[in-house]
């Protein structure tokens, strides 16, 4: 390959995988190969919790069910994140890492997403900062408990595409009671989420292998899942 054409292919790249890496649940570019039900033109409107404590809400989480309305089978596993708010510049910036679960070497990928707070009288309403998708792109916090569960929501409306929609239901321990995770499951329906496609998230994490996360060339091509395979290349400079 010519180094034009290798930059050409690495820029490529890089756009289709900081989408990808931005979060697997906001993947845009995700293939649906079935009719789905759930997939509408315009986000709803939601009820973000009232009275909500930002402070309480920060800190560790476990990720232990998610949605995705491209996201067609359950892919993931040992997902985690990490909410923290900056006084300094308002932002919540959220530090997530995750395996696919098919993935033999169990290699942890990292990712972050920033949102600002649009009104701070309505604190569970947050939004990114991040300028990759066109249109709106909100993210809620539906209920929280602070102390053991958590549910969020994200959606965004895309021109000419059906909106994109995912949720999040978060734990403070790496498992959570059936009572409860069907109690915040049963908030979903009413924004048309389809529960059928909300997967738990396998949280049994020993062994990980660390990602290389020190060389900014070196990403993980999972490009063949479209295609029903899961071939990785991991591209090395
Ligand atoms: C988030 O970042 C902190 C500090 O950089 C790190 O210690 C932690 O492991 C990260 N958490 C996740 C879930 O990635
Ligand atoms: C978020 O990710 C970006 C790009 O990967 C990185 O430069 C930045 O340091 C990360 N921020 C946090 C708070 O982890
Ligand atoms: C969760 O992951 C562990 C470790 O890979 C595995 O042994 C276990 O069978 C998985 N559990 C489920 C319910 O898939």
Same mark, same amino acid.
């Given at each position: 390959?010519?180094?034009?054409?290798?930059?050409?292919?690495?820029?490529?790249?890089?756009?289709?995988?900081?989408?990808?890496?931005?979060? $697997?649940?906001?993947?845009?570019?995700? +293939?649906? @190969?079935? /009719?789905?039900?759930?997939? /509408?033109?315009?986000? $709803?409107?939601?009820?973000? %919790?009232?009275?909500?404590?930002?402070? @309480?809400?920060?800190?560790? =989480?476990?990720?232990?069910? +998610? +949605?995705?309305?491209?996201?067609?089978?359950?892919?993931?596993?040992?997902?985690?994140?990490?909410?923290?708010? @900056?006084?300094?510049?308002?932002?919540?910036?959220?530090?997530?890492?995750?395996?696919?679960?098919?993935?033999?070497?169990?290699?942890?990928?990292? #990712?972050?997403?920033? =949102?600002?707070? $649009?009104?701070?009288?309505?604190?569970?309403? =947050?939004?990114?900062?991040?300028?990759?998708?066109? #249109?709106?792109?909100?993210?809620? %916090?539906?209920?929280? *408990? +602070? /102390?053991? =569960?958590?549910?969020?929501?994200?959606?965004?409306?895309?021109?000419?595409?059906?909106?994109?929609?995912?949720?999040?239901?978060?734990?403070?321990?790496?498992?959570? #009671?059936?009572?409860?995770?069907?109690?915040?499951?049963?908030?979903?329906?009413?924004?048309?989420?389809?529960? @059928?496609?909300?997967?738990?998230?396998?949280?049994?994490?020993?062994?990980?292998?660390?990602? %290389?996360?020190?060389? $900014?060339?070196?990403?993980?091509?999972?490009?063949?899942?479209?295609? #029903?395979? *899961?071939?990785?290349?991991?591209?090395?400079?």
């Amino acid at each position: 390959m010519s180094s034009l054409r290798a930059a050409t292919f690495f820029c490529f790249l890089f756009t289709l995988l900081s989408l990808e890496f931005v979060s $697997p649940w906001m993947n845009f570019n995700s +293939y649906v @190969s079935k /009719k789905r039900t759930d997939l /509408k033109k315009r986000c $709803p409107n939601v009820r973000a %919790v009232r009275n909500f404590d930002l402070e @309480s809400m920060m800190g560790f =989480w476990y990720v232990v069910q +998610y +949605y995705a309305s491209t996201e067609e089978l359950p892919e993931y596993a040992c997902m985690q994140s990490n909410f923290a708010f @900056s006084a300094e510049d308002q932002h919540i910036t959220m530090n997530f890492s995750y395996i696919f679960a098919e993935d033999p070497l169990r290699e942890k990928l990292q #990712g972050n997403i920033t =949102w600002i707070i $649009p009104d701070f009288e309505a604190p569970a309403h =947050w939004m990114h900062t991040e300028d990759i998708y066109e #249109g709106i792109y909100n993210t809620y %916090v539906i209920d929280t *408990d +602070y /102390k053991s =569960w958590s549910l969020i929501m994200h959606c965004a409306e895309k021109k000419k595409s059906p909106r994109y929609l995912s949720a999040l239901l978060l734990s403070r321990e790496p498992q959570l #009671g059936d009572n409860v995770i069907n109690f915040l499951r049963e908030k979903l329906p009413r924004y048309e989420i389809d529960l @059928s496609f909300m997967f738990p998230i396998n949280q049994t994490c020993h062994n990980l292998m660390e990602s %290389v996360n020190d060389d $900014p060339l070196a990403y993980i091509l999972n490009e063949e899942k479209k295609k #029903g395979k *899961d071939v990785k290349f991991i591209l090395k400079t």
